[in-house]
């Protein structure tokens, strides 16, 4: 994903960014620290997505940060299980599948 930065004319990728045993939100205050924009943070997974250029991507690899330049987000969901019928329903309590 090329982006024009509209202040500098310099080219802007999507970077995912993350670093071992450092927590999303302060992952966040090292993009900011370089001037990272349009941040977004999965604090589960202690990934941040953010607009960098390719200056911006160096400095946070020095500091130890994974950058992977993203192309494109791909949402996958597996459910956790398949339920095909209800097999019988107790009325007078809970419900049971089987």
Same mark, same amino acid.
Do not use: W
């Given at each position: 994903m090329? /982006? +024009?930065? &509209? =202040?500098?004319s ?6 995912s960014?993350?670093r071992?045993? $450092?927590?999303? +939100?302060?992952?966040?205050?090292? /993009?900011?620290s370089v ?9 589960k $997974? =202690?990934i941040? *997505?953010?607009n $960098?250029?390719k200056?911006q991507?160096?400095?946070l690899?020095?500091?130890? %940060? *994974?950058?992977? %330049?993203?192309d &494109?987000? =791909?949402?996958s969901?597996?459910p956790? %299980?398949e339920?095909?019928? +209800?097999?019988?329903?107790? /009325?007078? =309590?809970? *419900?049971t %599948?089987?």
């Open positions: 090329n /982006i +024009m930065n &509209k =202040k500098t310099e080219q802007v990728n999507r970077y960014v993350h071992n045993g $450092l927590p999303a +939100m302060d992952v966040v205050n090292e /993009i900011l001037g990272g924009e349009k941040i977004v943070s999965a604090n $997974l =202690k941040v *997505f953010a $960098l250029t200056a991507a160096d400095v690899k020095s500091r130890g %940060c *994974f950058i992977k %330049c993203v &494109k987000v =791909k949402l969901i597996k956790v %299980c339920i095909s019928t +209800m097999t019988r329903i107790n /009325i007078n =309590k809970n *419900f %599948c089987r």
